[in-house]
């Protein structure tokens, strides 16, 4: 009984504040504010924002072809290499277990070995770059394990939703921000879109690989990126704000200001691809016009009225007392 008193108590306040607030909004002021502009020139892009992650382009993985264990490895991470080139070298597991004995024999048992039992290496069947090299001298290894891991070069992989998959074209250009650099812009094109879609997060979308004009030393497999894809770049287009743009049925128009008269004049004006910031202009105004932007501000009640509101504690009201003397 007592917790359905409380509840109610606190309906009725909510209910009385409520009130009290819609009365005081409704004794606000509708202020019109204006503002003068005037078209001007400049570049509009359409542009689709999607996020996308660094991906080697092909990834291989250098496998041992027997178990064993690594005797060198020679190249490090980031290295450039060729085909053909030695990455590590190897013993099986039954010349590891020779030369382990050798050792036991002297210098001159060790050297026989190894020149009679010739380690196994390793080679880059590929040009590209070393991306993974983990693995050290003397580490035993299975015909499972990741010895070096090369990628013939990096992209960036970046998930477009299904509603927006048909604007992207290959070879359009784009620009990648990383999360780790966002103050550099890098310059990429549409180099694949894939054909089948995937379900991220209950939404549809198709995976589109970017390669970078020219990508920075700074790039590196996993990194995180916002991607801009650039549907529709004008230059030097008639631009103005949205702010200035009514729209009257299926018609757009603006407020002109007219030589020696208070009251601006509708135009009609055809409009182009817009940023969400600006319109292009096609048609309607030109450079030399001016544009009148009419905004509605809403002003509360000046503080001669701060009795009005309920928030605040009403003053007392003074009456003045006749001396008779």
């Known amino acids: 009984m007592i ?19 819609f009365k005081f909004r409704a004794k606000s002021v ?26 080697p382009k092909n990834r291989l993985e250098i496998k041992p072809p027997v178990a064993g264990r690594i005797e060198s490895i020679s190249v490090k991470e980031g290295e450039e290499v060729k085909i053909g080139q030695i990455l590590a070298s190897m ?34 069947p590929i040009d590209g770059e070393v991306i993974v090299a983990t693995t050290q001298p003397g580490q035993t290894v299975t015909t499972s394990d ?27 250009d784009a620009n990648i921000i990383l999360d780790a650099y966002p103050d550099i812009k890098i310059k990429a094109k549409v180099e694949h879109i894939y054909y089948e ?28 990126a916002t991607v801009d894809f650039t549907i529709l770049n004008i230059e030097n287009a008639l631009l103005i704000p949205v702010a200035a743009v009514h729209k009257d049925k299926n018609e757009n128009y603006v407020l002109l200001k007219q030589a020696g008269s208070v009251n601006p004049v509708k135009r009609v004006v055809e409009l182009g691809v817009t940023d969400d910031k600006n319109y292009e202009v096609i048609s ?25 509101n309920p928030f605040l504690p009403k003053m007392p009201s003074h009456k003045k007392e006749k001396n008779n003397q």
């Open 91 to 124: 013993s099986s597991t039954e010349r590891a277990a020779l030369l382990d004995a050798a050792r036991g024999q002297g210098q001159d048992a060790l050297r026989y070995w190894e020149e009679a039992y010739k380690p196994i290496t390793l080679l880059a």
């Open 146 to 172: 990741d010895v070096i891991v090369l990628s013939d070069h990096l992209i960036v992989r970046a998930q477009v939703d299904e509603t927006d998959i048909g604007k992207i074209k290959v070879s359009q």
């Open 284 to 308: 309607g105004v030109t450079a030399n016009d001016t544009i009148i932007i009419t905004t509605k501000k809403y002003v509360f009640p000046s503080n001669n009225n701060t009795g009005s």
């Open 3 to 21: 917790k359905k008193k409380f509840i109610l108590i606190i309906l009725l306040v909510l209910v009385g504040v409520a009130i009290g607030f």
């Open 197 to 224: 879609s995937e379900t991220v997060n209950n939404v549809t979308i198709y995976k589109v690989d970017l390669i970078p004009e020219s990508a920075p030393e700074f790039f590196r497999s996993g990194m995180n």
């Open 30 to 55: 509708v202020e019109d504010t204006s503002q003068e502009i005037t078209p001007s020139t400049g570049t509009i892009q359409n542009i689709i924002s999607t996020t996308g992650t660094v991906l």
